[in-house]
């Protein structure tokens, strides 16, 4: 079974610019769940998304927002960018089944740089 | 609110040396899941165990141990027999249900060094 895949693994952009994330979690995975980590803060919850509905959010700026697909794909948009967006994103996926939380299954990141 | 504190940021050993990682959380919740990750220096996080407020049976697994104690808030993680291969951040995570869906939230992790 492939594991939770996560596009571009880096990228370079300027203050004020917008950036989209993506991750494809493992298959029959519907809950996908985003983190930013820096050295600083560390693992920091974003959202989580379970059958295209966003059912928790963390504390971060609205200029962070995401959506999943029908298939489960999942994507995290950050407008505006800042110097301190500069983080590795990590995506995970997990498998809920009823009221039971599973555990999650991390993607390899995206490393995002902001200059 | 939820909260995950992992007092230790670094941790050094010597080879073959046992090692604990302390885990205290804090939650209102009476149903909620305790993780612990690890993240080697290639960066992705790996799955160690889990286990949820209603067991607090400990775990061997293989030189990992486990050690979860509902009445102190702790989930501590015992490493036998330390090795090279050990090194890395280690991560205490605590899930509990939110809004209908579930919110984690990690410590701020414990980097293992076990030299040689």
């Known amino acids: 079974k492939a594991g939770v895949t996560q596009t571009p693994r880096y990228l370079i952009k300027t203050r004020g610019q917008q950036v989209t994330l993506s991750c494809s979690p493992i298959?029959?995975?519907?809950?996908v769940s985003w983190y930013q980590q820096t050295p600083g803060q560390g693992l920091q919850f974003l959202f989580e998304?379970?059958?295209?509905?966003?059912?928790n959010k963390g504390n971060f700026p609205g200029r962070f927002s995401g959506r999943q697909f029908s298939n489960s794909r999942s994507e995290m948009n950050v407008s505006t960018l800042e110097l301190g967006d500069s983080a590795l994103y990590l995506c995970?996926?997990?498998?809920?089944?009823?009221?039971?939380?599973?555990?999650?299954?991390f993607g390899p990141g995206t490393r995002l740089t902001v200059l | 609110a939820q909260k995950v504190t992992q007092a230790q940021t670094e941790i050094s050993v010597v080879e073959k040396e046992d090692v604990t990682l302390d885990c205290v959380y804090e939650?209102?919740?009476?149903?909620?899941?305790l993780f612990w990750y690890k993240q080697p220096p290639s960066g992705e996080l790996v799955f160690l165990i889990r286990?949820?407020?209603?067991?607090?049976q400990n775990e061997i697994s293989g030189r990992y141990s486990w050690n979860f104690q509902k009445s102190t808030s702790s989930f501590n993680f015992t490493i036998t027999a330390s090795q090279v291969v050990d090194s890395a951040v280690y991560f205490c995570?605590?899930?509990?249900?939110?809004?209908?869906?579930?919110?984690?939230?990690f410590g701020a992790g414990t980097r293992l060094f076990v030299k040689a």
């Open positions: 995970a996926s997990s498998l809920v089944s009823g009221l039971s939380y599973n555990e999650q299954f």
């Open positions: 298959s029959g995975h519907r809950s």
């Open positions: 998304y379970f059958s295209e509905t966003q059912r």
């Open positions: 939650t209102r919740d009476t149903t909620y899941y």
């Open positions: 286990r949820n407020s209603f067991d607090e």
């Open positions: 995570a605590l899930s509990e249900m939110s809004a209908g869906g579930f919110k984690t939230i």
